[in-house]
């Protein structure tokens, strides 16, 4: 067992860092950098993140191929209560009252680890990691990252899989609200002069189509709110929609589903509409089929004694962000099981592959480099 590693990712879990609120856990992680020798930064991403800080980035070795790692640092937790994080059997749970924080403190810990080992070995090409904020609400950090050198290729440590499954694919997500307005009026005396913005979202619900189609996109109506009392014709009424596609198109296409949808519900009810796009909540379709960034996963993943395959993941994911940027990019995925609940974990051996796979990326970079 990597004692030093399992202790690090112990650590960090024991620290809170909800989204928005990641400032103890990035200092902590940049003291122990500069304890290691390594330098780092913090960019200026945090008010347009919406953080109380910027996301870390740290820079080791120099020449070519640049490859950029990035791993999140916050997590789903309130912060109230600290996590107590239990190894046992060779594997890492919390004690059942919180989540364990693996999403995504095993990717950071990992990194970290990695890095610093990377750092000790001579001619080591450019490696940064960016230890990014606001990943579970909106990607905010990895947005506004503040990269300024040429990146080669850029991995993005995260994802419940087993290492050795690289994200390829993965959805493109847009949420917005559909905001009704209809018109009051007393529900015994005069219904007739009102308009039920309610019986308007109802109509809209019923002409769409929800779940996942034949080409992977998903629609769903997460949520409906609207009225005052109850007797009142409702003057107001949202829906929460969230549509994802695997391309634009599919995405615009469910857009133009639901205002249709809506165009029909107000023209029979009397009620109008707008669209608002929920901040913060959209992500771009992402796909990778660059040949040399497979190439340089699958054989680091051959070295590690690993099984490689590509993964079409059902949800969106931050190396879309990076993607949307111009970066070349793979999802690295870092194992652990029902993250997002009390009863998530990762086996330390997962731990120990995903820093092994990251280091064997950087070595695989450097012998393929040219002189």
Do not use: W
């Not at 997500?173 to 009704?180: G, K, M």
């Not at 004694?305 to 870092?334: I, P």
């Amino acid at each position: 067992m990597d004692k030093k590693l399992v202790g690090r990712f112990c650590d960090l879990v024991r620290i809170p860092s909800p989204s928005g609120k990641e400032r103890d856990v990035v200092l902590h992680l940049q003291k122990l950098l500069k304890k290691e020798g390594i330098s780092s930064r913090i960019d200026g991403s945090a008010m347009k993140a919406e953080s109380n800080t910027g996301n870390l980035i740290a820079k080791i070795g120099s020449g070519g191929p640049t490859i950029l790692f990035t791993a999140h640092t916050d997590t789903v937790e309130d912060g109230k209560r600290m996590v107590n994080p239990i190894v046992k059997n060779g594997r890492i749970s919390s004690d059942g009252k919180t989540i364990l924080g693996s999403d995504d403190k095993a990717g950071v810990a990992a990194l970290v680890e990695a890095l610093i080992e990377l750092n000790k070995m001579k001619n080591t090409p450019t490696v940064i990691a960016a230890f990014v904020t606001r990943e579970e609400t909106g990607f905010g950090g990895v947005r506004n990252l503040d990269i300024k050198e040429k990146v080669d290729y850029a991995f993005d440590v995260d994802g419940s899989e087993p290492p050795g499954q690289f994200i390829n694919q993965a959805l493109g997500c847009f949420c917005f609200e559909v905001q009704i307005t209809g018109k009051e009026a007393h529900s015994a005396r005069n219904p007739d002069k009102g308009a039920s913005a309610i019986k308007a979202a109802g109509v809209i619900v019923s002409k769409l189509k929800f779940g996942r189609d034949s080409h992977g996109g998903t629609l769903n109506v997460g949520m409906i709110s609207g009225g005052k009392v109850f007797n009142v014709v409702a003057g107001s009424a949202t829906l929460s929609v969230e549509v994802r596609g695997y391309d634009q198109k599919t995405v615009d296409k469910k857009v133009a589903e639901v205002r249709s949808a809506s165009d029909a519900a107000c023209k029979l009810t009397g009620c109008s509409y707008r669209i608002v796009e929920v901040k913060g909540m959209k992500a771009p379709a992402f796909v990778t089929t660059d040949k040399k960034i497979i190439e340089l996963a699958r054989k680091s993943t051959a070295a590690c004694g690993l099984r490689f395959s590509l993964l079409k993941l059902l949800a969106s994911v931050q190396a879309s962000e990076l993607s949307s940027q111009g970066y070349t990019v793979l999802g690295l995925c870092k194992g652990g099981q029902g993250p997002h609940s009390t009863k998530e974990s990762i086996s330390v051996k997962e731990l120990e592959q995903t820093k092994a796979l990251i280091m064997e990326i950087v070595k695989q970079a450097k012998v393929s480099r040219k002189p």
